[in-house]
């Protein structure tokens, strides 16, 4: 969308203000905005999310998602740091949700309004045994047996390759 | 490249076969999920990709939902086959690495039979979709759901008891719904009261984009409008909220095209006569001049003022007068300076054919 006030450059600052009792919304890109008098947070980075968890820690005060003091938290499953999720936008793997969990918890309330999942339950496979898909437990035996050869693991390769195949 | 696996090139949507198919081109639903325990796009490493797409590959050929799937597998192919799947909305442009200086990652795939689809390794792991005729949020959701069902007891995915599914980007978790239509709304944006109705659509947690999704520009006043937050709703209340404010959305348009019809019938018919001569006997045409041309004639179509084309016709002219399209029915580069001439030639070729 471009820019209501140039229309040339890309819109990416959604301005509302009351005017005259009623709300107008203005789309306006980088410059605009600065000229409009609005802080855009310096440098816009390539990743909206970046951008707007980017714009309200450089905001500082008690708006503060991100807190820059949890910038050196590390997910210890997969080496992230929060400085990394700030950056990009995204986190590095699914244990990144329990590590940052306290800072993930403001964010989602934020973009969501919510941050407790409704929706559908999802049941892991094989989570319980009556139900659990016996295809599953063979395509997880496959894994498996991949990452066993990958890493050299012959013998337990070849004790995975017998369970496949009675499995078959 | 065999698209012919698929009914019309995996678009069976351009049918126009489903409800208000003249003002809702289509319907989509993408679930986003992530298998437990492997590292995110962001982190992954190259190994984790294509034991990514094993393991989804393999799950997918002992389903009942994607085992006659096609695959293709966009890191061993050139960029114009890359940028045609694009083009028919079966890949996202970061999968098919059509970003400046970009290439698409090792293990970065689609998999998609008939109507339904998975994109591996792409901001997810998996981004299973659908896309339908006309205004069916209900049918592409069915669909889809069934397929991530499926997928879910042969996969684990990364699933928290409080956040729900876990994805790489914290504005898809929850459900990794988004539901969208893509709408051709002329009507509401000659009587400039567009701009009205998106401004209201953010207040009620709904967003648009242009013809291609994420940063794509609006042409040919096609939209399409998606739910905006993910997580905190189920996924019926997500798919009722937006299929309710689209229902009104049409409605408005139907009006706004009343109004118009009330206001400046010569004007209209001018315009949509206009439109269906410059198509029917030009002899060069720019993907965007088309794109325009052909959102009078649908309009024309839509309140009768012109006896055809058939809406599968114009259908299939938003998707292949494309560059990509174009240059791989050609033979040609996608940058090739022809290829207005081309297109014009394509146009009046299909047209032509129906009127016939």
Redesign the interface.
């Known amino acids: 969308?471009l820019c209501d006030n140039c229309k040339e450059r890309d819109a990416i600052i959604?301005l509302t203000q009351v005017e005259h009792d009623s709300k107008v919304?203005l789309h306006l890109c980088e410059q605009c905005a600065q000229q409009k008098g609005v802080e855009t947070g310096g440098a816009v980075l390539k990743?909206p999310?970046g951008n707007f968890l980017g714009a309200v820690v450089k905001g500082g005060s008690s708006g503060a998602l991100v807190p820059a003091s949890g910038d050196g938290l590390r997910c210890p499953a997969?080496?992230?740091t929060l400085r990394?999720f700030r950056d990009?936008?995204?986190?590095?793997?699914?244990q990144c949700?329990?590590s940052f969990d306290t800072h993930?918890?403001d964010?989602?309330r934020r973009?969501?309004?919510?941050?407790?999942?409704?929706?559908?339950r999802?049941e892991?496979?094989?989570a319980d045994g009556a139900d659990?898909?016996p295809?599953?437990e063979l395509?997880?035996l496959?894994?498996q047996l991949?990452?066993a050869v990958?890493g050299e693991n012959f013998e337990l390769a070849a004790e995975l390759r017998d369970r496949i195949r009675v499995l078959e | 490249m065999d698209l012919s696996l698929l009914p019309d090139g995996g678009m069976r949507w351009l049918d126009a076969s489903g409800p208000k198919s003249t003002i809702v081109l289509s319907t989509r639903i993408r679930l986003a999920r992530n298998v437990r325990g492997v590292p995110f796009s962001q982190r992954a490493k190259d190994a984790d990709r294509t034991g990514v797409l094993e393991r989804v590959s393999e799950a997918a050929a002992s389903s009942d939902h994607l085992s006659s799937a096609v695959a293709f597998h966009l890191d061993q192919m050139e960029r114009p086959e890359r940028q045609l799947l694009h083009e028919r909305h079966l890949v996202s442009k970061e999968l098919a690495g059509l970003e400046r200086d970009a290439r698409p990652r090792p293990g970065a795939a689609l998999l998609v039979q008939d109507q339904v689809g998975v994109m591996v390794n792409e901001e997810d792991h998996l981004r299973l979709h659908g896309m339908w005729s006309g205004f069916d949020v209900e049918g592409a959701y069915a669909a889809v759901e069934a397929v991530d069902a499926e997928l879910g007891r042969l996969v684990p995915f990364a699933f928290h008891p409080e956040f729900g599914y876990l994805t790489s980007c914290p504005t898809n978790a929850g459900t990794g719904l988004r539901a969208s239509v893509l709408i051709h709304l002329p009507g509401l944006v000659l009587t400039k009261e567009i701009t009205k109705v998106l401004q209201g659509l953010s207040q009620v947690g709904l967003t648009f984009r242009g013809l291609y999704g994420e940063g794509s520009d609006v042409v040919g006043n096609f939209f399409q409008l998606s739910n905006q937050t993910t997580l905190g709703k189920t996924e019926d209340e997500l798919i009722d909220h937006l299929g309710k404010i689209v229902r009104q959305v049409v409605e408005y348009e139907e009006q706004a095209r009343d109004v118009l019809l009330r206001t400046a019938p010569e004007e209209v018919e001018d315009k949509t006569w206009r439109a269906y001569g410059l198509l029917k006997h030009a002899r060069r045409l720019t993907f965007e001049e088309t794109m325009n041309l052909l959102s009078g004639v649908r309009l024309g179509v839509g309140l009768n003022l012109l006896p055809g084309p058939g809406v599968y016709t114009l259908n299939k002219l938003l998707i292949y007068t494309q560059p990509a399209h174009l240059a791989a029915m050609d033979g040609r580069s996608t940058g090739d300076r022809e290829l207005p001439t081309v297109r014009a030639a394509f146009v009046r070729r299909l047209l032509e054919a129906e009127s016939s």
């Open positions: 969308m959604n919304t990743s999310l997969c080496g992230s990394d990009s936008g995204r986190l590095g793997c699914d949700y329990s993930l918890r964010l989602l973009l969501h309004g919510s941050s407790q999942h409704v929706g559908e999802y892991m496979p094989g659990s898909d295809r599953s395509l997880e496959k894994a991949r990452r990958e």
